[in-house]
């Protein structure tokens, strides 16, 4: 009998403790040499590799390791370099490459963008008047280091032509055929070098193989794995793909390469194997274990899933990993010291989660009962976690049980609402705001760990944040904004401080993932069953409130939000952690409109990156988040005004769904987006209230006050100015004070200059 294969296909750069992330930052500040740099993080890469080693993977990913972004790698590897970065050929040096991602004084860095559906972020390639050469083997280096070093033959991962040029800028359609012939012979001799070196397999990542392509586009990559194949006819290449099931099963499944990677999770490949089988000739690298949620996988349901799976390819042709890369899962639940035990015994970080395939590989190996002590052991602890306390909250359940229409509606529709908000808040043509977030100096932050670490009391602290509000409600007066904002100076991030109040989440010390470059966010937990327990940002939206005539915005994170940036329970269905959500919120924007906050914004910047890859997945999550916002959001007056929040610019394909969120005004980015956005708005169905972002936050650049008129001015063309507002692109806590205020006053006065015309011609 054949051996079945455990094998990854990426761990985490970041180390239990964001090692890498500190090694990076102290590089970039001068506080290590390069040198250091190099030391520190090959010391990382190497335990890593030997943690995987340890627990028992037969294929360890090598290469999949990072300085900054594998798409930026591959970049590097064919010598790729934006012509306004200095760049001689040959291997691209590091302080260059770090240039690309980071921009330096002459030079901006390259745009970087979400990786698939998830919160990582790439540095997009930029292919333009560049001619790739294979400058560096990158691949080969971490393979020999790996051999070298640590004795593990381990597989190289790549990420394959067809994904890298796709992702690629500024590329028509029409040039797609001709950049394949570009890099089919680059990617042949780099493989060519790998197999010289011994390494017998090879992983090649095309995940953009679960989007559509042409006919026309599928016989380019015929041919372009065709021509490799001939090349390089000895590797076993492993085509991996993740986060969807394939497109274009039939056509992907012919392509000559040794092994296919699928996604059982995120994805139903299940069907397709039924439904088309799978080719003899191939192994199949089946994705069993999420590879981007933290919990223990229910054992039992995954050998069901691999006997589904072997009626198609018998155990000799079968390897077992994680669904995607555990790029996109914390590192190890071993650091957690203060979770509870119940809790803990139901996670399962990337370490685990190895774990979990070699078990899995054993059973199917070797049978079931050859594991029947830890298969034990982890059911107990996963029927630990669903009967506890966390998970069976039955008023929860009663309570979303009982929903009716009438629940997500607003009593008026908002023609009918708008002149009663009026009435109330009394504003001028193009009220001015901001997007909630101000300065979060470095005295807030240091303030906030002192708090945290016990440094200083809880009055002390809820004072400083007080004194800060305070201070910020008589800037926002003095520059003459309409409508307030507190400025969320209690919070370090929007979803980890709504988690940290409400049941059902749970804060982890060091449940890291990286999101881009050194930067890296921790998700809470949504474990159990969500629900309000006592009110979450009303104190500080009441004291600020009673220190102005002016309205202040309360401010909240909305549901679909809070669950596209949270790890949530698989236990149940996605939906139903959202509506409980969506109820706690609801209860919360109760809580304030009865204690006078009467314009509320529930921000939902997440809403569109959730969207699913799968097209005929979209509508019901459009519909979905739809539901949600409106249940949390529904229950307020008729002159309570309800705002919401987002910050991207490819709105066009959704705003039907936006418009059906009922949100009486919504502001969202456009500076970013050339004014692309506008197009959405132009046949004139959307009737509620705009606030198109006048200037990019993400810039130091205070921008000129003719700068800001152009981008009011461009908008009022087809926004009627009645239904127009002022404010920038989002929130201002990453920029600097004095940089901030200088901004705002020359938006209230680009503001009133054309409020002035406007009227003028009015009249
Ligand atoms: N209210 C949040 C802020 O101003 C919104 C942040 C966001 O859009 N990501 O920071
Ligand atoms: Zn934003």
Known sequence: MGKVLSSNSGYPRIGGKREWKRA??????????????????????????????????????????????HVLDTS????????????????????????????????????????????????????????????????????????????????????????????????????????????????????????????????????????????EEVQHIQQVYEAIHQAVPHIKIILQTYFEKVSFYEEITALPVHALGLDFIHGDSLSLLKQHGFPEDKVLVAGVVDGRNVWRADLDKKFVLLEEIQKHVPKDRLIIQPASSLLHVPVSTELEESLDPVIKGGLSFADEKLAEIVLLRKGVQEGQESISKELEKSRNALSDLNNSTYRQNVKVKENIEKLTENDVNRPLPFA??????????????????????????????????????????????????????????????????????????????????FGEKIDGFVVTQ??????????????????????????????????????????????????????????????????????????????EIEALESNGIRMIQVDEPALREGLPLDDTKKESYLASAVY???LATSSVQNDTQIHTHMCYSEFNAIIDSISALDADVISIETSRSHGEII?????????????????????????????????????????????????????????????TIAALKVMVEAAKEVRELQLSTIK
């Open 679 to 739: 197009s959405a708005f132009e046949n004139n169905t959307y009737n509620k209230e705009i606030g198109l972002g006048v200037y990019d936050i993400h810039s130091p650049r205070v921008p000129s006050k003719e700068e800001m008129k152009q981008n009011i001015n461009r908008a009022l063309k087809i926004i009627k100015p009645n239904q127009f507002w002022i404010n920038p692109d989002c929130g201002l806590k990453t920029r600097k004070e004095d940089e």
């Open 416 to 497: 009918d609402r708008i002149t009663k908000q009026q009435e109330r808040f009394n504003l001028p043509l193009l009220p001015t705001t901001t997007i909630g977030s101000l300065p979060q100096t470095p005295e807030v932050r240091q303030t906030r760990s002192k708090w945290r670490r016990g440094d200083i009391t809880d009055q002390a602290y809820e004072q400083f944040i007080q004194e800060q509000t305070k201070k910020w409600i008589d800037i926002q007066e003095e520059i003459g904004i309409d409508v307030l904002v507190h400025g969320e100076f209690e919070r370090t991030d929007m979803v980890e401080y």
């Open 510 to 587: 060091f449940a890291w993932v990286q999101s881009y470059g050194s930067r890296c966010v921790k998700p809470p937990l949504i474990l159990g069953d969500v629900a309000f327990s006592e009110p979450i940002t009303v104190k500080e939206s009441v004291y600020a409130q009673s220190l102005t005539k002016k309205p202040v915005k309360g401010m909240l994170t909305g549901p679909v939000t809070i669950l596209n940036w949270s790890f949530v329970r698989d236990d149940i269905p996605r939906v139903d952690v959202l509506n409980q959500i969506a109820l706690a919120l609801r209860e």
């Open 76 to 215: 590097i590897t064919f010598g790729i370099v934006p012509k306004r970065f200095s760049y001689e050929g040959g291997k691209v040096p590091l302080e260059t490459y770090f240039d690309i991602a980071r921009g330096n004084k002459d030079a901006v860095a390259s745009e970087m963008t979400k990786w698939f559906n998830t919160n990582y972020h790439y540095i997009v390639p930029e292919l333009e008047g560049v001619t790739p050469k294979l400058v560096e083997n990158r691949p080969l280096a971490f393979y020999k280091e790996a051999k070298e070093k640590l004795g593990i033959d381990g597989k190289p991962v790549i990420l394959g032509p067809i994904t890298f040029i796709k992702l690629a800028k500024s590329f028509g359609e029409e040039n797609f055929a001709s950049l394949l012939q570009q890099f089919t012979p680059l990617y042949i001799q780099l493989l060519t070098e790998l197999a010289e070196a011994g390494a017998e397999w090879v992983q090649i990542d095309e995940p953009i193989f679960t989007s559509n392509f042409s006919q």
């Open 628 to 630: 949600a916002f409106k």
């Open 24 to 69: 990076l930052e102290s590089f970039w500040n001068d506080e290590i040499s390069k040198e250091e740099l190099l030391k520190t993080t090959e010391t990382l890469r190497l335990a890593n590799l030997k943690k995987q080693q340890e627990i028992g993977i037969d294929l360890i990913p090598v290469g999949d390791f990072s300085l900054y972004d």
